[in-house]
């Protein structure tokens, strides 16, 4: 196993790094570029979608290894995947309306449920709480639908939707691991695959991920829990919390951003600078700087995500308190400092 998870790690990198670099000249001679304006944060046209590769590899992988393991294969998964890609590839090249968009993902979250299951159970330490199947089915579909914009929405900057990934994506492995051997390769040829995409889209980035690799993101780090438990009555409340976790830095950042503007009436689905990520970037830290924070802050919950499984119950408590007050004191830092006027890094207000 070690020799193949090795292999795959390797092969997956290898492919996506020179699969991206096709693709990035390509990009120039097709004109598939992002223009920078006034609400972006880099300077110059730069190559978008090249996340389309990550997708190609991911599933090329994902069906060898259902097919040499001889697992289950997650149609609905495989299917959502190529609507939810299929739709923000389109986007990135026309610029879609936000409400095909919106059908599209509430289609692939609605094919998945019907076709895998949903959560029943939500909770850790004996203290788990049933849902009913009707609030089971609408809370899944609503998480899936959430996290994928979620993660568009996070695609702002050189590294950081890459970094989490590659957090994320290594943390699902490791929870996969004595649960399904077959996810938990497929988890590290996503890991493979993100950390070649880094390489061309660390600071300053020659390509974009774009709307077609962090929907792809989204949707699979929204439906692993229910693949790795295999069931939807499998009983394993904390797979829900734990996918929390794994992607709290970014579930938190988007979830406040968009409470604060819904506040002030604004258009949520419109393009802005407001993202605590965004407000770290106009008051001078460089993009890898922000990315590596916030990856810092993924490593962190991560580990709270894999200690929630523990049966210890102070352990569990310790890492979910743990949570919080990261999250306090990194929110209230990022508004502190984006409130500041005089700051040594000498930019405006935001």
């Not at 294969?73 to 026309?94: E, N, R």
């Not at 029943?120 to 199947?133: D, H």
Request: hydrophobic fraction near 55%; glycine fraction near 8%.
């Amino acid at each position: 196993m070690v020799l193949v998870s090795i292999g795959l790690l390797i092969i997956s990198s290898i492919c996506t790094y020179f699969g991206i670099h096709y693709f990035r000249l390509r990009s120039h001679q097709k004109n598939w570029l992002d223009f920078p304006n006034e609400r972006s944060s880099h300077q110059s046209p730069t190559p978008r979608g090249a996340g389309l590769i990550i997708v190609f590899v991911a599933l090329a992988a994902y069906l060898t290894l259902v097919y040499f393991t001889n697992a289950r294969f997650f149609y609905g998964y495989f299917i959502g995947v190529m609507i939810v890609s299929g739709i923000s590839w389109l986007d990135d090249l026309y610029s879609l309306s936000f409400v095909w968009r919106l059908l599209a993902h509430l289609s692939a979250a609605i094919l998945f449920v019907q076709a895998h299951g949903f959560y029943t159970v939500l909770g850790i330490s004996g203290n788990a709480i049933a849902l009913l199947p009707s609030v089971g089915k609408i809370v899944t579909v609503i998480w899936i639908v959430w996290i994928i914009n979620a993660y568009n929405f996070m695609d702002g900057i050189d590294g950081l939707a890459g970094i989490q990934g590659v957090v994320a994506a290594g943390t699902w492995a490791l929870i996969a691991f004595g649960l399904s051997p077959t996810v938990y390769l497929f988890c590290l040829v996503i890991m493979g695959s993100l950390a070649a995409f880094l390489v061309h889209n660390w600071q300053p980035a020659r390509v974009f991920m774009g709307d077609v690799g962090s929907a792809f993101l989204g949707y699979t780090f929204a439906t692993l829990p229910l693949m790795v438990g295999d069931s939807a009555t499998m009983g394993n409340g904390f797979l829900p919390i734990a996918a929390v976790l794994i992607l709290w830095p970014f579930i938190l950042d988007s979830v406040l951003t968009l409470t604060r503007r819904v506040f002030r009436g604004e258009r949520v689905w419109q393009a802005h600078r407001e993202h605590l990520y965004q407000r770290l970037v106009m008051v001078g830290f460089s993009h890898a700087v922000v990315s590596v924070i916030y990856g810092v802050f993924a490593v962190v919950s991560a580990i709270a995500a894999i200690l929630v499984q523990k049966d210890t119950d102070w352990i569990e408590e310790i890492a979910l308190v743990s949570i919080v007050i990261v999250s306090l004191v990194f929110t209230v830092a990022v508004l502190q400092l984006s409130r500041t006027k005089t700051l040594k890094f000498g930019s405006d207000n935001v």
